[in-house]
């Protein structure tokens, strides 16, 4: 039996109205079972071809591990292989409603023995399929022919939710870069894919030397498994110690942000802000201190952070990810989100809670960041799906 879409909605199924949402930078998100979420660096978002109309965080999970507690967060304990990929849900992004839909890795859908940072997913129109991406940082012996593993880790799935199976590994190629630099190689990255459907990443890569860990911007080939290395931007524009990126379109302009480096570090890093009127370029650098404590331009390592220092975030995170919410009066709401490193309530790894702030905008430049401790939002219901 078919019930017309309306009734479906005020049956509860799918909501007849906005809910108003507050989020808090005081206390961490928990699950439905009050559990604080173990979710850091990835993409939170509602999928148009999902009917469900759930937001969905693609995150990273990190061990139950002594955080550092210092401005460099790098410790052996993230790079055992023991990173997980993690898919939880929410109805409506409200702090206590997440669901754990599947842990990718360590599981079933063949990823290899790795660690893995920085997991992202999008949707790929042309194969409806949706496609997870992860930044492989070094593989257990014998995973790769000849340890030559590439340099993200790619699986797909049917549905947002899972299951992920593993497809592939994949680099741009490296003649298009220079020679891979073993010291300061490809690393973070942010996906993107345009309304006509062709997907690109922004990426990190440490060609250039100490000192540098610029930006690129490339193409990715119809099924978003791999790099058209023929459609590429060169080194962009900005600071040139970066990390950490995200990348999104509002209205004709593209947006890339720069976080600055940080190893997970106390006190996080700042935000470049770059523009284009096509993924591809030309990119303008508008400011390297969107973040108005940390003036991107005089750092000159990754450790220059805290009260004293050249950087000194107000927000004192590390740059995730822009999350576009749908609003109840049709507009979109652009929230931006840092990883509180070497911040978590039990001084673990796996607690370390995030920063969400608005993004204001003037025109089509964004305003420098404010930290909030609380602020609300007025949801979208979801779109119903065709009777």
Same mark, same amino acid.
């Given at each position: 039996?078919?019930?017309?879409?309306?009734?479906?909605?005020?049956?509860?199924?799918?909501?007849?109205?906005?809910?108003?949402?507050?989020?808090? $930078?005081?206390?961490?998100?928990?699950?439905?079972?009050?559990?604080?979420?173990?979710?850091?660096?990835?993409?939170?978002?509602?999928?148009?071809?999902?009917?469900?109309?759930?937001?969905?965080?693609h995150a990273m999970?990190?061990?139950?591990?002594?955080?550092?507690?210092?401005?460099?967060?790098?410790?052996?304990?993230?790079?055992?292989? $023991?990173?997980?990929?993690?898919?939880?849900?929410?109805?409506?992004?409200?702090?206590?409603?997440?669901? !754990?839909?599947?842990?990718?890795?360590?599981?079933?859908?063949?990823?290899?023995?790795?660690?893995?940072?920085?997991?992202?997913?999008?949707? #790929?129109?042309?194969?409806?399929?949706?496609?997870?991406?992860? $930044?492989?940082?070094g593989c257990a012996?014998?995973?790769?022919?000849? $340890?030559?593993?590439?340099?993200?880790?790619?699986?797909?799935?049917?549905?947002?939710?899972?299951?992920?199976?593993?497809?592939? &590994?994949?680099?741009?190629?490296?003649?298009?870069?220079?020679?891979?630099?073993?010291?300061?190689?490809?690393?973070?990255?942010?996906? *993107?894919?345009?309304?006509?459907?062709?997907?690109?990443? !922004?990426?990190?890569?440490?060609?250039?030397?100490?000192?540098?860990?610029? &930006?690129?911007?490339?193409?990715?080939?119809?099924?978003?498994?791999?790099?058209?290395?023929?459609?590429?931007?060169?080194?962009?524009?900005?600071?040139?110690?970066?990390?950490?990126?995200?990348?999104?379109?509002?209205?004709?302009?593209?947006?890339a942000l720069l976080?600055?480096?940080?190893?997970?570090?106390?006190?996080?890093?700042?935000?470049?802000?770059?523009?284009?009127?096509?993924?591809?370029?030309?990119?303008?650098?508008?400011?390297?201190? *969107?973040?108005?404590?940390?003036? &991107? *331009?005089?750092?000159?390592?990754?450790?220059? &952070?805290?009260?004293?220092?050249?950087? #000194?975030?107000?927000?004192?995170?590390?740059?995730?990810?822009?999350?576009?919410?749908?609003?109840? #009066?049709?507009?979109?709401?652009?929230?931006?989100?840092?990883?509180?490193?070497?911040?978590?309530?039990?001084?673990?790894?796996?607690?370390?809670?995030?920063?969400?702030?608005?993004? #204001?905008?003037?025109?089509?430049?964004?305003?420098?960041?404010?930290?909030?401790?609380?602020?609300?939002?007025?949801?979208?219901?979801?779109?119903?799906?065709?009777?």
């Open positions: 039996r078919v019930f017309p879409a309306a009734i479906l909605a005020c049956a509860g199924l799918y909501p007849c109205a906005g809910a108003t949402v507050t989020f808090s $930078n005081e206390q961490p998100r928990r699950d439905l079972g009050g559990v604080i979420l173990n979710a850091h660096d990835g993409t939170t978002q509602r999928f148009p071809s999902d009917h469900s109309g759930r937001f969905y965080y999970g990190y061990p139950d591990c002594n955080e550092t507690g210092a401005i460099n967060g790098c410790t052996s304990c993230i790079y055992g292989h $023991n990173n997980s990929l993690r898919v939880y849900s929410s109805p409506d992004l409200s702090p206590t409603s997440w669901r !754990l839909e599947e842990i990718v890795y360590p599981g079933s859908g063949g990823f290899p023995s790795c660690t893995y940072f920085r997991s992202q997913a999008v949707y #790929n129109p042309s194969t409806r399929k949706y496609v997870l991406w992860a $930044n492989v940082a012996p014998g995973v790769c022919p000849n $340890n030559t593993c590439g340099a993200y880790a790619i699986g797909t799935a049917p549905s947002p939710s899972g299951p992920f199976t593993f497809q592939a &590994m994949t680099q741009p190629d490296p003649s298009t870069l220079g020679p891979i630099n073993p010291t300061g190689g490809l690393g973070d990255y942010a996906l *993107l894919v345009d309304a006509d459907g062709t997907g690109y990443i !922004l990426l990190t890569h440490g060609i250039a030397g100490p000192g540098h860990r610029d &930006m690129y911007i490339y193409r990715l080939t119809r099924d978003f498994l791999g790099f058209d290395s023929t459609a590429n931007t060169g080194r962009l524009p900005g600071p040139h110690l970066v990390e950490a990126p995200t990348f999104f379109r509002r209205g004709d302009t593209y947006y976080g600055g480096c940080t190893c997970m570090g106390l006190y996080g890093g700042g935000v470049a802000v770059l523009t284009a009127k096509h993924p591809l370029g030309p990119w303008t650098n508008i400011t390297s201190q *969107l973040d108005p404590g940390c003036p &991107m *331009l005089k750092q000159t390592t990754c450790f220059q &952070m805290g009260p004293g220092q050249v950087c #000194n975030p107000v927000t004192q995170s590390q740059q995730n990810y822009v999350i576009q919410v749908p609003l109840a #009066n049709g507009d979109t709401a652009f929230v931006w989100t840092g990883d509180r490193w070497q911040q978590a309530p039990n001084g673990r790894y796996d607690q370390q809670p995030q920063v969400w702030l608005p993004l #204001n905008f003037e025109g089509d430049t964004i305003q420098p960041l404010k930290y909030v401790s609380s602020f609300s939002l007025n949801i979208a219901p979801i779109s119903m799906p065709p009777v």
